[in-house]
């Protein structure tokens, strides 16, 4: 079944996560002066809840790269809203609402990705600090472009079992 594009929608909604509760805002005031439905969580954890449990539509994930958790933690098959960092969240996040579009944002994206193992490329990215109009922009072209697929690598990823964090 086609996914429809959300950009065509009445509004899209984006569920913002960033640990920066002031970057978190700023993204939530430029969403919604652009005309776009937010949602907004500090944490990995909570924005999985959300997806999980929100009755309404969630159309996009943008999500910072790094998501500190706020202690050590081991996730496990068990914990079924572990603290992750923003990549493994969207593959997460992917599993729980079918055509969900992602984009990650970081302040140095090069050296956060190569930290944690990740290609350019997996994701669309944008850089902090953010330009209001090359990211109300780049938030419209996700949004029209075609939801992402999980591959069998990054499905298994998303859902191994255990994952350590210092």
């Excluded at 159309?59 to 572990?82: I, K, M, R």
């Excluded at 599993?95 to 990740?118: T, W």
Aim: hydrophobic residues 40%.
């Amino acid at each position: 079944m086609a996914d429809p594009s959300p950009a065509s929608s009445s509004r899209a909604t984006v569920l913002v996560v960033d640990d920066e509760s002031s970057v978190a805002k700023l993204c939530v005031t430029i969403l919604k002066q652009g005309g776009f439905d937010t949602l907004s969580t500090d944490g990995s954890s909570e924005a999985l809840k959300i997806c999980k449990e929100h009755p309404g539509k969630i159309d996009l994930l943008l999500t910072d790269l790094v998501l500190p958790p706020p202690a050590f933690q081991l996730a496990s098959s068990s914990n079924e809203y572990p603290h992750v960092h923003g990549h493994d969240l969207a593959l997460r996040a992917m599993h729980l609402r079918e055509g969900l579009r992602i984009l990650m944002m970081s302040g140095n994206p090069e050296k956060e990705l190569a930290n944690y193992g990740i290609k350019r490329g997996s994701f669309p990215f944008i850089q902090k600090p953010l330009d209001v109009d090359t990211f109300l922009q780049t938030v419209r072209n996700v949004l029209q472009a075609p939801p992402p697929t999980l591959t069998e690598d990054a499905s298994k990823a998303a859902g191994g079992d255990v994952e350590w964090f210092d």
